[in-house]
């Protein structure tokens, strides 16, 4: 492996410092940890942003998402033995199993249409608990439209609901065919090679057609899978 660069040194970074504090770094510690001027740290942390690693607070230099990390508090609260962090939305909440290795992993989050309590617990690569039983993890856009703009879809459109009932009497309820309703159990396997290499210092988004290919072999064929 050829030596890491100063960005994927920094991608790496957040990931941890997420980790181990619940928060992102500042400019401030990339700057002193990386001895960079003030505008070479906000660049880095702008190729990130359009690499989609990362989402900075718009206009700002303030890091806001690391998928699966939110700087900010979000109804999805994820407990490991060690903390408690905040997801980006139900998917990046599932997630969290997959990217730290199926350690355990407790969500606590709401119905997005009666906010009654949703608890799942992710436990050795699936859900042992889901409470209420028929939660579901509720995708409102299509795979094509998740990047238009991604702190609107994590915010807004990737949610759980308590059962399918409360699903299609909630507004943001899709046309199927332009949505998807996925079981804890399904996110997580769709969360594989998205996530479980997230500390990895060479750490690579899976391109299209890797990305076709886990759908395919999940079974997740329809016309909302293309990409
Ligand atoms: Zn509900």
Not at 23 to 42: I, K, N, T
Not at 76 to 99: G, P
Not at 140 to 150: R, S
């Amino acid at each position: 492996m050829n030596a890491p660069t100063v960005t994927q040194r920094i991608r790496r970074l957040i990931f941890e410092h997420f980790d181990r504090h619940g928060v992102p770094p500042v400019v401030e510690q990339l700057m002193v940890e990386f001895s960079l001027a003030r505008d070479d740290a906000a660049e880095i942390l702008r190729e990130l942003d359009a690499a989609r690693h990362i989402a900075l607070v718009r206009g700002t230099a303030r890091i806001l998402m690391a998928f699966p990390y939110s700087a900010i508090a979000t109804p999805f609260r994820v407990t490991t033995k060690e903390r408690t962090y905040f997801a980006n939305c139900a998917w990046d909440a599932v997630a969290f199993h997959a990217m730290l290795d199926e350690a355990d992993v407790t969500v606590d989050s709401a119905c997005h249409h009666c906010a009654e309590p949703i608890h799942i617990e992710m436990r050795g690569g699936s859900a042992s608990v889901v409470e209420p039983a028929d939660a579901i993890v509720y995708l409102a856009l299509k795979p094509t439209q998740w990047w238009e703009d991604i702190v609107t879809t994590c915010s807004n459109t990737m949610v759980f609901f308590s059962s399918e009932a409360h699903r299609d009497a909630s507004d943001l309820c899709a046309p199927p065919e332009q949505a998807a309703s996925l079981t804890p159990d399904q996110v997580h396997a769709l969360s594989g090679p998205i996530y479980r290499t997230k500390f990895a210092v060479d750490y690579a988004r899976p391109g299209k057609d890797e990305l076709l290919a886990h759908f395919a072999a999940l079974g997740l064929t329809g016309e909302y899978w293309k990409l």
